[in-house]
């Protein structure tokens, strides 16, 4: 595949094929051709991943932040252009989330997020000073169609939250989308990242994804506002952050969250969204 790091020959080797993506195609001779045509493997041994998928507002920098971090802490890219990537392949039947420890999990997630932040963005990227802004046009017309008062307070508590810190919206590589599901096992590295959608910005806007995995695990606690405490103290001290900045930045993320529900029709807010802004804005 040519691609801006220059040209990769790659052949085809069997491997097992995700189940969901089989099942839609097996029906015809035609379409199990396909899928047995799937699967890459480079010219000199080495497995590897071909991602196809169109270029969007989200994803269209996920190249720039994969050549950026260069493999540490996150799947390596081999070769890219538009629309496609050549990925290491690693363990997709083992992510982070098959790990039976929620402690144990998130100390991994928190200490991965960690080193990617660490990194400054590169020109090229999405800015979150400009994603926070666009939030911020958008929740007073959004307010209303929320049926609740306590929804609408809530979702304008978030975007007052947001205007006191747009104005120092960071400049750190973020993931934005780092859940246990996003970490594959992995030869080069034991748990690396996948599926980076990155912006330019404060490390708190990266910190939802892990507050809301697993969230069973937080209900059977029988503790939810502790329980989402002691996760947001876990990362907020991984990652050095300040705690106030870090929840004006998670509330960001829940507006964010909240404004594409009711861009979807919905009248209500999410409550696990509701129940970890609410934990936050709690926090003594």
């Known amino acids: 595949m040519p691609g801006r790091r220059g040209r990769d020959h790659v052949r085809a080797a069997p491997v097992i094929v995700p189940e969901a993506l089989t099942a839609s195609y097996h029906r015809t001779d035609r379409g199990r051709a396909w899928l047995a045509a799937l699967p890459v493997v480079r010219a000199d041994g080495t497995p590897a991943v071909l991602k196809l998928q169109p270029v969007t507002e989200d994803n269209a920098a996920a190249p720039v932040g994969l050549r950026t971090w260069d493999g540490d802490g996150v799947v390596r890219l081999l070769a890219d252009e538009p629309g496609a990537m050549l990925l290491e392949r690693l363990d997709a039947s083992r992510p982070l989330s098959s790990v039976a420890d929620d402690a144990v999990v998130l100390r991994i997630l928190a200490d991965l997020l960690a080193r990617l932040v660490a990194v400054p963005a590169p020109p090229g990227v999405r800015r979150l000073a400009d994603i926070a802004r666009a939030l911020l046009d958008q929740a007073p017309a959004a307010a209303p169609a929320l049926r609740s008062a306590a929804d609408r307070d809530l979702l304008r508590t978030c975007a007052s939250a947001v205007a006191e810190v747009v104005g120092e919206a960071g400049d750190r590589l973020l993931h934005w989308d780092l859940h246990y599901d996003n970490v594959l096992a992995g030869d080069r590295e034991p748990w690396p990242a996948i599926d980076p959608e990155p912006p330019a910005g404060d490390p708190g806007f990266d910190?939802?994804?892990?507050?809301?995995?697993?969230?069973?695990?937080?209900?059977?606690?029988?503790?939810?506002?502790?329980?989402?405490?002691?996760?947001?103290?876990?990362?907020?001290?991984?990652?050095?952050?300040?705690?106030?900045?870090?929840?004006?930045?998670?509330?960001?993320?829940?507006?964010?969250?909240?404004?594409?529900?009711?861009?979807?029709?919905?009248?209500?807010?999410?409550?696990?969204?509701?129940?970890?802004?609410?934990?936050?804005?709690?926090?003594p």
């Open 207 to 283: 910190l939802l994804p892990a507050l809301d995995n697993r969230w069973d695990a937080v209900v059977a606690t029988g503790d939810v506002a502790r329980a989402v405490t002691r996760r947001f103290d876990l990362l907020t001290d991984v990652l050095g952050l300040d705690r106030d900045r870090a929840t004006a930045w998670t509330l960001g993320r829940v507006l964010q969250n909240a404004l594409w529900d009711v861009a979807d029709g919905e009248t209500a807010l999410n409550p696990v969204q509701v129940a970890i802004a609410t934990a936050l804005l709690d926090r």
